[in-house]
């Protein structure tokens, strides 16, 4: 192979590497949008997942302008994710458990709550299992997969008040100024909500990129639960979007 | 012990804008001359922890200290004697708001104002939670660099800071303001007691302040630690230095003095004092007035200007009671000459509506003079009626009147009583203040 050859097809990697990246952007961007009125951490889940996918497209594709036979790398990532699957299985099945009992089963930390015999209060939630200490002051340890087959009773006192709405942000969004938007729109609420309890922002965690927040509401009427978070959703989704912009 | 303080109020004011001067390495306060570049801010805060700190750096149990607090217009950064003092800045719109809301806040917990539950969804107490998330955002970035081993927050501004910091350190509180329950609004009830909850331990000026917070639902550690002052500081000023004050203020070699220090503020009773004085009618005594605004409610601080306009009241007042030349409105005064008014004196009145404690009665004490203390303030929990001070309610100027009376017809009561306020001012040394505090912190650090 002579040299421009060599530039040409390294020209082409280049080029289908920036194409990928321009959308992976394009995707994360339309499914900010699309579904900006699901809940703010799934999305943004939604988002890295669709960004991962792209980029594994987009590098195998660069990879076979380069010349380079792809057939077999192709077989090997799916294989290995195979493998994966069948290894982790139940694993797996607890993880995704947690990941959709963390969004849509309400209970949290504190809670007491009642699940397939056994009530307790949930002093741990770990990607794996939910961990429960009885009143005898026992530990049980319940695979986070039963949540979703099992009925699950919260005893917790007014916890059919509380609406609580995981949040992920960008690290490098002003906290100050995001917390102070959101407490504005949920004041557009009030009416819906019992005002002892003003909506409460709380850190989950912080990761290199992402802060992770629970928004914390109470409301008189329960039937107004899913109404009130799928329009805060949007509400804070825009209030990202805008943030992003201003900055 | 790595420590962070954090209060609102911060150690020293700047008379001019200075923040762009200085980045990140840190202005010495030795440098600046005081009077001149900066004062230092009134109010017990600030009067407790520098001494505080400072004693405990020199006693080599704080390895660290850091002090943030909200200053506009001052450098970020100062040094002075170990302590790093950090200066947080807030937009003007949003330091309005704030004040607003603290104002609201203040009000509300010295039952001034029946507050409901509208104010914890009004934009001003949106700007205050902003200044929390702002500090404790700041906070975490130092905690980044330093790794504390603890955080103490002051003051009921701060309080949602122990929430917003959602780190494992252990998170100290201390309340200084009169807590008592019948003045809480219902509905705020349960966003207090989250507040409260994030700390480890809460520490408040009195005994009595305790039932309040275990009724609010409190289950962590909880404290009660007098305040206290560096007694040392409090010299025995020259002849000459208490002839310039009398001669700067016109009191003559026979006239008497009852002194009263305060911030100017309704809830310090100034015109309680004045309405008691003007009652008792004593010849040739005059009513000596101290303080100008705090931190927050003087132009020089946060730009409110509530101080002012109650001076316009007070004077006013003193008009109408045919008072006015006697009631001397002294202002602002710089250490040694407070002390040349504590020794000048003869009876030195706390006439607040409502006090979280009352460290004038500690500087009364120091100089053996008498104190006339309300009992609506924390620190009528340390006076023996007759023994080391009296008592009155600042609602009825008579008893006030009567009282004040009796403390400048009596000689030798007013000297025993002054003898007994120093045995008990020991109680709120600095010394005993540092040992406590120092207790109460090594156990929540687990040393």
């Known amino acids: ?247 | 012990m790595r420590l962070c303080l954090v209060s609102q109020t911060p150690l020293v004011l700047f008379l001019r804008e200075r923040r762009q001067e200085h980045g990140t390495v840190p202005l010495k306060l030795s440098s600046l001359s005081e009077g001149e570049d900066y004062e230092f801010t009134a109010g017990g805060v600030t009067k407790m922890v520098y001494p505080l700190l400072r004693k405990m750096r020199e006693g080599g149990l704080l390895e660290v200290a850091h002090w943030v607090s909200l200053n506009p217009g001052a450098p970020p950064l100062l040094s002075s004697s170990g302590l790093l003092l950090h200066h947080l800045e807030l937009e003007k719109q949003r330091l309005s708001g704030y004040g607003a809301a603290k104002e609201t806040l203040w009000r509300t917990l010295h039952g001034l104002s029946r507050e409901t539950v509208d104010f914890l969804w009004q934009d001003e107490f949106i700007d205050y939670t902003y200044f929390n998330r702002k500090c404790a955002e700041f906070l975490l970035s130092l905690e980044k660099e330093n790794d504390f081993d603890l955080f103490y927050i002051h003051d009921f501004q701060m309080l949602p800071l122990g929430h917003m910091l959602n780190l494992l350190k252990p998170k100290l509180f201390r309340w200084h303001l009169p807590f008592d329950e019948t003045l809480l609004p219902e509905e705020w009830r349960p966003l207090l007691s989250l507040y409260f909850n994030s700390y480890e331990a809460v520490v408040v000026s009195c005994r009595k302040y305790l039932k309040t917070l275990r009724r609010l639902g409190y289950r962590g550690k909880s404290v009660h630690l007098y305040p206290y002052l560096d007694l040392s500081l409090y010299g025995k000023p020259t002849r000459e230095e208490v002839e310039a004050l009398c001669n700067r203020f016109g009191i003559g070699e026979d006239e008497r003095v009852v002194l009263v220090v305060a911030r100017l503020d309704p809830m310090k009773g100034q015109d309680r004092a004045i309405e008691g004085f003007a009652k008792a009618g004593i010849p040739g005594t005059k009513l000596m007035l101290v303080g100008d605004g705090s931190f927050s409610s003087s132009k020089k601080g946060m730009g409110l200007s509530k101080a002012e306009r109650w001076l316009g009241y007070l004077r006013g007042r003193a008009r109408e009671l045919g008072v006015e030349d006697r009631v001397i409105f002294a202002g602002y005064l710089k250490p040694r000459e407070l002390q040349a008014a504590y020794e000048r004196c003869e009876v030195v009145l706390l006439p607040s509506l409502l006090e979280g404690f009352g460290l004038v009665v500690i500087e009364g004490w120091v100089y053996r003079k008498p104190c006339l203390v309300s009992r609506r303030a924390g620190v009528a929990e340390l006076i023996k009626e007759g023994e080391n001070g009296l008592l009155f309610d600042p609602l009825l100027p008579e008893e006030l009147a009567e009282k004040l009376s009796l403390l400048l017809s009596d000689e030798r009561l007013a000297a025993s009583l002054g003898e007994g306020g120093k045995e008990t001012s020991s109680l709120c040394s600095l010394e005993r203040g540092v040992e406590e505090e120092a207790k109460v912190m090594r156990e929540l650090v687990g040393e």
Request: aromatic share 8%.
């Open chain 1, 1 to 247: 192979m002579n040299l421009p050859d060599v530039l040409l097809k390294l020209s082409f990697f280049v080029f289908t590497l920036l194409i990928t990246a321009l959308l992976s952007r394009v995707l994360s961007l339309l499914i900010g949008d699309l579904f900006r009125e699901w809940a703010p951490s799934l999305r943004t889940s939604l988002q890295r997942l669709a960004s991962v996918a792209v980029w594994m497209v987009g590098l195998i594709f660069a990879i076979g302008l380069l010349g380079l036979k792809t057939d077999l790398l192709l077989l090997l990532v799916g294989l290995m994710g195979l493998a994966v699957l069948l290894a982790l299985r139940e694993v797996l099945e607890n993880v995704g458990a947690k990941y959709f009992s963390d969004l849509y089963i309400p209970f949290k930390v504190g809670d007491i709550i009642r699940v397939g015999g056994q009530s307790g209060k949930v002093i741990e939630i770990n990607p794996v299992t939910t961990v429960l200490l009885t009143k005898e002051e026992r530990l049980i340890s319940i695979p986070n997969s039963v949540f979703m087959r099992e009925k699950v009773v919260n005893l917790t006192p007014h916890v059919w008040k509380e609406i609580l709405i995981p949040v992920t942000i960008s690290s490098s969004l002003s906290l100050p100024e995001f917390e102070s938007e959101v407490l504005k729109a949920c004041g557009r609420f009030r009416r819906y909500l019992d005002e002892r309890f003003p909506p409460l922002l709380t850190v989950k965690g912080r990761e290199e990129k992402y802060v992770n927040l629970i928004l914390t509401l109470m409301v008189k009427d329960p039937s107004k639960k899913e109404e009130i978070v799928r329009e805060l959703n949007r509400k804070i989704s825009e209030i990202e979007k805008n943030l992003k912009r201003k900055k």
